[in-house]
């Protein structure tokens, strides 16, 4: 059964998002960028998906917490609260596109560009192909050294913090292709992370899957109701009274 919710208009919507991403951004120029608790972020690669609020270009770097609690638990309000759709249907490369395309067409692949981005002390093989470097890797709070090879490129993989079979059972089903495909590479859905801590998350919500690394959760909640909210998707009843109880713990600030 839908549980009704107050949506506010979405003027208010985008004034709220603006707020709380522009409270990353500040923590991320003033915090250290290796934070392990804090919330790596990335800007919105490509065209603004047709009719989809897109989130302000946010810093690369991860960061302490610093969004406001406050401003994410009004914009999961926002959130329209109901059960999944059925997985009819659903096909990763062909509902959401081939993994890792050159979305913003800057030459390198989504993969290549959230690995530039989220490890340390990186090389390279040419301008994009990353063959080595260090993951502080927010899920579990360890280091992880990333080696490019058959056998250990798995150690470090690319989550989307929203999974794409839950968005798709939570309002993606709407959404055009071109939308889908923007959201499958949207930087600010994607992480690196410990390969075998993110194949234990499968396509779980926060009722069903948190990071180990409790003093990542504050920020690996906020970042999913940034994205539903981006995205007009909704969560479950339980989805929703897991993330309120986990702000509920998070700083005022």
Same mark, same amino acid.
């Given at each position: 059964?839908?549980?009704?919710? =107050?949506?506010?208009?979405?003027?208010?919507?985008?004034?709220?998002?603006?707020?709380?991403?522009?409270?990353?951004?500040?923590?991320?120029?003033?915090?250290?960028?290796? #934070?392990?608790?804090?919330?790596?972020?990335?800007?919105?690669?490509? @065209?603004?998906?047709?009719?989809?609020?897109?989130?302000?270009?946010? #810093?690369?770097?991860?960061?302490?917490?610093?969004?406001?609690?406050?401003?994410?638990?009004?914009?999961?309000?926002?959130?329209?609260?109901? @059960?999944?759709?059925?997985?009819? @249907?659903?096909?990763?490369? %062909?509902?959401?596109?081939?993994?890792?395309?050159?979305?913003?067409?800057?030459?390198?692949?989504?993969?290549?560009?959230?690995?530039?981005?989220?490890?340390?002390?990186?090389?390279?093989?040419?301008?994009?192909?990353?063959?080595?470097?260090?993951?502080?890797?927010?899920?579990? @709070?360890?280091?992880?050294?990333?080696?490019?090879?058959?056998?250990?490129?798995?150690?470090?993989?690319?989550?989307?913090?929203?999974?794409?079979?839950?968005?798709?059972?939570?309002?993606?089903?709407?959404?055009?292709?071109?939308?889908?495909?923007?959201?499958?590479?949207?930087?600010?859905?994607?992480?690196?992370?410990? %390969?075998?801590?993110?194949?234990?998350?499968?396509?779980?919500?926060?009722?069903?899957?948190?990071?180990?690394?409790?003093?990542?959760?504050?920020?690996?909640?906020?970042? =999913?109701?940034?994205?539903?909210?981006?995205?007009?998707?909704?969560?479950?009843?339980?989805?929703?009274?897991?993330?309120?109880?986990?702000?509920?713990?998070?700083?005022?600030?």
């Amino acid at each position: 059964m839908s549980r009704p919710t =107050q949506r506010l208009p979405l003027r208010v919507v985008l004034i709220l998002a603006v707020f709380a991403f522009a409270a990353y951004f500040i923590s991320a120029t003033l915090s250290p960028a290796a #934070s392990i608790g804090g919330a790596p972020t990335g800007a919105p690669t490509g @065209g603004t998906p047709t009719g989809i609020a897109s989130a302000p270009a946010i #810093s690369p770097a991860p960061s302490a917490v610093s969004a406001s609690t406050a401003q994410t638990l009004a914009l999961l309000d926002t959130l329209d609260v109901k @059960g999944r759709s059925p997985k009819t @249907g659903y096909d990763r490369d %062909g509902k959401f596109g081939t993994a890792w395309v050159d979305m913003d067409q800057n030459g390198c692949d989504t993969r290549n560009d959230v690995l530039a981005r989220d490890l340390i002390a990186t090389t390279k093989a040419g301008d994009c192909r990353v063959m080595t470097g260090t993951l502080a890797d927010p899920y579990t @709070g360890t280091s992880i050294a990333f080696v490019r090879g058959e056998t250990t490129s798995s150690l470090v993989q690319i989550d989307h913090i929203v999974a794409l079979s839950n968005a798709w059972q939570t309002g993606a089903q709407q959404l055009s292709a071109e939308q889908r495909y923007e959201f499958a590479n949207d930087p600010l859905n994607l992480l690196a992370v410990d %390969g075998a801590t993110n194949s234990s998350k499968g396509d779980g919500d926060a009722a069903t899957w948190l990071p180990p690394n409790a003093s990542f959760r504050c920020a690996y909640v906020s970042r =999913q109701v940034a994205v539903k909210a981006a995205y007009a998707l909704w969560v479950t009843p339980a989805e929703h009274d897991a993330i309120a109880n986990v702000l509920a713990t998070c700083p005022a600030s």
